[in-house]
């Protein structure tokens, strides 16, 4: 059987992002026939429909990987009450130009990471608009806030707390089932 591949976006570039640390944790958790593929965003230039014409090398890359996977994970820091502009910006890119939708289709899960005690609540709600708009089934329950400490989760993803783990496991059991639903109808 061949591997379910799974698109993955990160909503942030730092260096030591927590979400970052928990995308790994997320694929730490899933089973051997998921393959993750990390899409990269820091390049990306802002989109303008001057793209439509003539797409960038960039926007052509994140289109490509997109297409070639089965599934998709958003892993979101929340900024100002919302998604990081990167992010936005790498949906903007993929989902133009119209008609060529690169997301559509496609089963999602969201999560996320911050220090605040709401987790990122908001900026998944905002992002959830986004996906909807974008024809993305997106998995509703389990949602995910995780309220980051040090030493919940470290570089590799290892996850430091058993209970977290535990919730993670199951948000990440009931991604499996959501995308293979949805792929295999």
Do not use: F, G, H, Q
């Given at each position: 059987?061949?591997?379910i591949k799974v698109a993955v976006l990160v909503g942030s570039l730092r260096k030591d992002s927590h979400n970052k640390k928990l995308a790994k944790a997320v694929e730490k958790l899933a089973p051997a026939d998921f393959a993750f593929d990390h899409?990269?965003?820091d390049d990306l230039p802002l989109y303008t429909q001057d793209f439509d014409d003539d797409y960038p090398a960039q926007g052509k890359r994140l289109k490509q990987q997109v297409e070639q996977a089965d599934a998709l994970l958003f892993v979101t820091?929340?900024?100002?009450r919302s998604i990081p502009g990167v992010l936005k910006n790498a949906l903007d890119i993929g989902s133009r130009p119209w008609g060529t939708n690169s997301f559509a289709g496609k089963p999602a899960g969201v999560l996320g990471t911050s220090i605040g005690a709401m987790g990122t609540a908001l900026a998944q709600q905002h992002l959830r608009n986004v996906?909807?708009?974008l024809d993305v089934p997106t998995m509703a329950q389990t949602e995910v806030f995780l309220q980051y400490k040090d030493g919940l989760i470290d570089a590799e993803g290892n996850i430091g707390n058993d209970d977290t783990r535990k919730f993670l496991q199951g948000w990440v059991d009931k991604y499996?089932?959501?995308v293979k639903l949805h792929i295999r109808g």
């Open positions: 059987m061949s591997k899409v990269r965003i820091p929340e900024y100002n996906l909807a708009y499996v089932d959501w």
